[in-house]
């Protein structure tokens, strides 16, 4: 089991910058890996980017390559997005989810076992 609570959303200005953090409980934290996935108001869920357990390895959606990055601290528990050059289109409910996987795409929700319960990022124009 693994319990995930993500902190560090808020409201922000245009171009302004965000950390969000996702604390894990649980052992073994560095045997999953972990992703940030994020859902604005009325459309799907969509991926944002994932980690290996290592921290070895990453990946990024598209839209938010070059401006956002992952990074975990296994000695913490803690996985971190840092979110730069934030656009009103990234208003979003962000959330955390872990899985141990890797049989599917990490860019896939249905890949990850356990979710937080998401925090609110909000970009004002």
């Known amino acids: 089991q693994v319990q995930l609570v993500e902190s560090g959303g808020g409201l922000v200005q245009a171009g302004g910058s965000l950390r969000l953090s996702c604390a894990a409980s649980?052992?073994?934290?560095?045997?999953?890996?972990m992703g940030w996935f994020r859902q604005a108001p009325g459309k799907e869920r969509e991926f944002v980017a994932t980690?290996?357990?290592?921290?070895?390895?990453?990946g990024y959606a598209d839209s938010v390559r070059g401006r956002f990055t992952i990074s975990r601290d296994n000695a913490k528990n803690t996985v971190y997005l840092q979110m730069n050059s934030l656009k009103p289109e990234d208003t979003a409910v962000y959330y955390c989810?872990?899985?141990?996987?890797?049989?599917?795409?990490?860019?896939?929700?249905?890949?990850?076992?356990?979710w937080g319960q998401g925090t609110q990022v909000t970009v004002s124009s």
């Open positions: 989810a872990a899985t141990s996987s890797t049989s599917i795409p990490a860019t896939a929700a249905h890949r990850y076992t356990y």
């Open positions: 649980g052992r073994a934290f560095n045997f999953y890996a």
């Open positions: 980690i290996s357990g290592s921290g070895a390895n990453t």
